[in-house]
Every structure is written in structure tokens, then in C-alpha cells.
């Protein structure tokens, strides 16, 4: 059958809009291909969970299935306190959107068929390409920044294999080889290139996209991010913070800040001098949203225009001078690893202020991304080489 528009844009951009919809279905696996020449992201790597789950049936389920949440919302009815009645508000008011959503991803049947082919696809093929996780075990970049010897740490960018110079019309062909040895806390450290280049330290090899940069540091030194003048400002600046919560599990991946850390990010001195587009992503607390609505907005100095929900798919038992934000958008993914988010960057393009190209930057990001610039104390997690395949 003739494949529609939709689903082969879909292949090439890892974005499917749905027709006559405000939601859109993101596989960040092919989101992220876009950022890389040699290498691809490796699905099982980036779907963990839903590698390890049973295949899917036919139709797909929305994460509210999970038992866990379940019970507790099956606790004895009692009458609501004034935030409790808030956050049911703001539920009532997302569920259309959200059950409107999730109908369209049941009617796009193509779509679903793709998505859970993946596993039996990768298998089969390998993941089309070789496999490059070494054995060793992750290094911890949050403790070893901690370190009293992290200023002694350098990381190795190897251009060996990539900057090849034809100089002759094939007759003769010289290879350009270097290496560069670069201290990996509290550093930008560069790609210039347009090709992604690998990256040693210790015994761990790491992938970094072509045309981006990275800074690993506490958020103490993030002051060495903001610019000497606006001009070089970010236009784009995506923030997801290490929230609280009460989650035995999150304790564990990584350290959490208190709110009031947050106020004082400076989102205003990292800003272009003609204006940013903000993407914070929250979790679903209603007494977080009333620090972020009441007193975060108000100290970062900016101001909401839309809401956009994440609607997981699949989890691991199934599948001005702005022009205005569209309001009550709907992103549908599958989860990656646990509070990996999915890259929203290349939903955005039509909003952001000022002139091309984009100046973007994530702030507390655990990846990178071609023409951006990565902040946080372990930017380098997900550039391991065990996330990618070889081309
Ligand atoms: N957006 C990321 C993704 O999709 O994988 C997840 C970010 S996670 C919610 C928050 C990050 O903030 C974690 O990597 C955590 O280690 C980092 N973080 C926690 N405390 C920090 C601090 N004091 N300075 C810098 N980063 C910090």
C-alpha cells in the first residue's frame, strides 16, 4: 500500500502529526538520528522498558493502566482539600484533550504497526549496524564531578576517523587525524565539525554529535553559561529541573534540588537580546505547579502562553513578535529511560524569537544534540557509546 504522507515524513523527522489535531506521536530514537552522521541511536537502548516488556497486542494503552497508581487512587473516598480540588480541576479540564489524543493514535494504525515492529526489526537486523557498547560499567559524572581531583579529569575528542580531506579528485586521499584533550568539568567543550566525533575518558567511549557543545558542572558554576553580550543569547532555552519527589526510585538515578534552588537559574541573563521561547517541563504536582505559575515564572521574568502535555504511549506492560504558541498541545511517546524526556526541540522551530540559525540550550540535560549547547553535571549520560549502533 501506498504509504501516506504523514507516516513518511514520520520516518525521516521521528514526528507524526496527526490530521485535524493538536497532538503529534515523537519517536525520539528517530528525533535524535538527526543529530548524528556515523552512529545511530540504538532503540533498545533508548526504549529499555519497552524492550523488555511483552510484545504488544494490537492496541495500545495508555500508561494510566499502571497498578501502582491504580490503588492509590482507590483509597476510601474522603472530601477534597482546596489543592486537591485544584488539581482535580486542571484533570478535568486536560482529560478531553488528552482522551482525544489518544483516540487518534489508536485510529493511526500504520503509525502503531511501525512502532511495534521495532522490536522484532532490531532483532532481526541487528539494529542494522554494529554494536558498540564496550563492557565496562557507566561512569558516575554526578560523583566524579564531586571529586576533589574533578579539575585533573580531561576527556579525549578523536576528529581520527571523520575529517577526512579529499585533496585530489580521488588520485590521492589525505586523512586529517587529531586529537584533543579538553578538562571535562567545568569546560565548554566544542564540536566544531559538522560529523559527529567519539570521545574517550577513563575507559569509556562516548559519541558527540556534530555543531554542539556541552558544560558539565554543579549548578554553581551555570553562571559561566550566560553570555558577555545578549546578542549571543539562547533563543530557545529547554529546562527540566531535578523536581523533589517523593520517589524512592528517582533517589537513586540522580540528586534532586529543593524549589527555591530554581529561582534563581538565570534564565533572563541566558536570553537572546530579542526575546526566548522557555520550555520547562513539570511533573503532574499541583503544588509544584502553583511554585511554578506563582513564583517561578515571576523570577525567571517570563510568561506562560501554553501548556503541552506528554502523554506516554506505551509503558513497560504495553504500548507579538512571537507568534503565538498553540495552547493545549498533545506530544505522544513511548518512555525512554527513567525521566529520559522526548526531544521537543524540533516541535518549536515556528515560535522561537529572533533570527536563524536558533541559538538553543538545555539545562540539566543528559544528552546532546546537534547545534546545541548541553548544561548540567552529567550531560554526557546518554552519549555513551552502549546507546548507539555503528552506521
Ligand atoms: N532531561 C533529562 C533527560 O531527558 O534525560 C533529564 C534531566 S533530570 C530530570 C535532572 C538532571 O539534573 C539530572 O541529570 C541530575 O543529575 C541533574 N542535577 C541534579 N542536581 C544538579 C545540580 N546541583 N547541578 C547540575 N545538575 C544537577
Not at 585533573?152 to 585530489?168: G, M, S, T
Not at 527555591?260 to 522557555?278: C, E, M, N, W
Request: overall charge positive; glycine content about 6%.
Amino acid at each position: 500500500p501506498k504509504m501516506g504522507d504523514g507516516l513518511s515524513t514520520f520516518l525521516n523527522s521521528g514526528i507524526y502529526q496527526f490530521e485535524n489535531s493538536n497532538a503529534v506521536f515523537i519517536d525520539p530514537v528517530r528525533v535524535m538520528n538527526r543529530s548524528y552522521t556515523h552512529f545511530r541511536v540504538s532503540p533498545s537502548a533508548y526504549y529499555p522498558r519497552f524492550f523488555e516488556s511483552k510484545p504488544l497486542a494490537q492496541e495500545s494503552r495508555v500508561s494510566s493502566s499502571n497498578s501502582r497508581k491504580r490503588k492509590r487512587k482507590e483509597k476510601k473516598p474522603h472530601s477534597l482539600n482546596d489543592r486537591e480540588k485544584a488539581a482535580e480541576q486542571r484533570h478535568q479540564e486536560a482529560r478531553p484533550f488528552l482522551l482525544k489524543a489518544h483516540k487518534c493514535l489508536l485510529r493511526a494504525t500504520a503509525l502503531l504497526e511501525l512502532m511495534s515492529n521495532m522490536r522484532s526489526d532490531s532483532e532481526s537486523l541487528q539494529e542494522g549496524g554494529d554494536l558498540v557498547s564496550p563492557s565496562v560499567p557507566q561512569q558516575s559524572f554526578v560523583e566524579l564531578g564531586q571529586d576533589w581531583h574533578a579539575p585533573f579529569h580531561e576527556i579525549i575528542l578523536d576528529f581520527r576517523q571523520y575529517d577526512k580531506l579529499n585533496v585530489d579528485k580521488g588520485s590521492m586521499i589525505m586523512q586529517y587525524s587529531e586529537q584533543k584533550l579538553h578538562p571535562l568539568f567545568n569546560n565548554l567543550v566544542l564540536n566544531e565539525t559538522g560529523d559527529d566525533v567519539e570521545a574517550e575518558f577513563l575507559s569509556s567511549r562516548f559519541v558527540i554529535p556534530g555543531k554542539s557543545c556541552f558544560y558539565m558542572s554543579d549548578l554553581e558554576q551555570i553562571h559561566s553559561l550566560i553570555p558577555a553580550e545578549s546578542c549571543c543569547g539562547f533563543n530557545l532555552i529547554v529546562v527540566d529541573p531535578p523536581w523533589e519527589n517523593g520517589s524512592a526510585s528517582q533517589k537513586s538515578r540522580y540528586p534532586t534540588l529543593p524549589n527555591r534552588y530554581f529561582l534563581s537559574l538565570p534564565i533572563k541573563q541566558l536570553t537572546h537580546a530579542d526575546g526566548a521561547l522557555v520550555a520547562l517541563w513539570v511533573t503532574n504536582r499541583e503544588k509544584l505547579r502553583g511554585f511554578v505559575e506563582k513564583e517561578l515564572f515571576l523570577a525567571w521574568g517570563v510568561m506562560h502562553v501554553a501548556t503541552f502535555y506528554w502523554l506516554k504511549a506505551m509503558d513497560s506492560e504495553c504500548l507579538s513578535k512571537f507568534k503565538p504558541v498553540q495552547h493545549n498541545q498533545i506530544i505522544i511517546s513511548i518512555p525512554g529511560a527513567y525521566s529520559r524526556k522526548p526531544p521537543i526541540g524540533g516541535l518549536l522551530p515556528e515560535y522561537f524569537p529572533g533570527f536563524k540559525p536558533t541559538r538553543c540550550i538545555e539545562l540539566f540535560a543528559r544528552e546532546m544534540t546537534s547545534g546545541w549547547t548541553s548544561w548540567g553535571n552529567e550531560p554526557l549520560h546518554f552519549q555513551d557509546f552502549k546507546y548507539f549502533t555503528r552506521n
